[in-house]
């Protein structure tokens, strides 16, 4: 068990936030969480992780805190607490492994900056089921000294890859959304149009992905979460909605702006407004078919 002053506290617990926290407990870490769900709570106390009341009380004496978060305006949220700002010791490194924005990122790390807290991004790929076997893919960005003093976490939970300075973990995250979300879309349109011409989708899959046509989608989302119907990844498709406007909107801000992923977005975006609040992502490919016309002549 590490010292006190190593502690961790871990602030959003959801279907990531979870097992990544489990992990840093299981790697012998004092991990204290906080998630405003008492589900989420009962659950990291029910796998031997300590529980605050708040996210204040979670952060008081931690040397490094960890954030889960939805989006940016949760994460900026709980960071400007008036009671987490309180208790916020200057010197505790924040680590923010949301999907966030990396230009919101960015000023937030200068405020905390200026309060003598270092913050670095460190968004991660790989969906639960990496974050339950600590193989994430974590994306870094801050300054070297800061990344150091984290990176014995981190690698509990994944690999690390370095991408420059603060906010920059979070851009790429974004941007490999865009391309991962585009890739589901396109591919879910040709299995779709190959089915209703007479293929198997399974065979399909198969020679595509001994082929140039092959991405995630076909070697993970749809053979997992697509063809057996079950459409549970544990990812949100409104988590990869947020995810898609913010590289578009970097793509737009630089003055490259994406055609294909600002099409993406709209077709997403109407997904969204159609489908349940707890959608998982993987369910575009389900609503692609449920909405496609029928066949000529039928
Ligand atoms: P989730 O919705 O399952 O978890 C978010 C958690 O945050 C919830 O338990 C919620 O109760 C908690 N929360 C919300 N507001 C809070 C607050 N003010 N204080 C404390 N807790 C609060 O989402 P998730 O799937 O775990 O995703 C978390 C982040 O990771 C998102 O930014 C997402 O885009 C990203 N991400 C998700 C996946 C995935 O496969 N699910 C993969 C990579 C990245």
Not at 12 to 19: A, E, F, T, V, Y
Not at 61 to 73: E, F, K, N, Y
Not at 212 to 222: L, M
């Amino acid at each position: 068990m590490s010292e006190a002053r190593d502690a961790v506290a871990f602030v959003g617990l959801g279907k990531m936030g979870l097992p990544m926290a489990k992990r840093l407990v299981e790697g012998g870490i004092r991990t204290v969480g906080y998630d405003v769900g008492p589900a989420a709570r009962d659950s990291f106390a029910a796998a031997g992780g300590e529980v605050a009341d708040s996210a204040a009380v979670a952060v008081a004496g931690a040397a490094t805190v960890i954030l889960m978060l939805p989006d940016s305006g949760i994460v900026e949220s709980v960071l400007d607490d008036p009671e987490v700002v309180a208790a916020l010791a200057p010197g505790t490194t924040v680590v923010d492994m949301s999907s966030s924005e990396p230009a919101r990122t960015r000023a937030l790390a200068e405020r905390l900056a200026a309060r003598g807290i270092p913050m670095i991004d460190a968004p991660v790929s790989g969906g639960v089921a990496r974050a339950v076997t600590g193989k994430l893919a974590v994306m870094v960005g801050g300054d070297d000294a800061d990344v150091e003093r984290a990176e014995p976490l981190l690698t509990l939970l994944g690999t690390i890859y370095r991408s420059g300075g603060v906010g920059s973990g979070h851009a790429v995250k974004a941007l490999n959304n865009l391309m991962s979300a585009t890739h589901l879309l396109v591919t879910s349109e040709a299995i779709l149009a190959g089915r209703r011409f007479g293929l198997d989708p399974a065979q399909v899959l198969e020679i595509v992905n001994a082929s140039s046509g092959r991405s995630g989608s076909t070697e993970n989302k749809w053979p997992r979460f697509v063809l057996p119907g079950t459409y549970d990844s544990g990812f949100g498709l409104r988590l990869m909605l947020k995810d898609m406007r913010i590289a578009v909107a970097l793509a737009d801000q630089v003055g490259l702006p994406s055609r294909l992923g600002a099409d993406a977005v709209e077709l997403w975006a109407k997904a969204a407004e159609e489908l349940p609040a707890d959608a998982d992502h993987t369910e575009i490919a389900r609503w692609l078919d449920e909405r496609a016309a029928p066949p000529a002549g039928d």
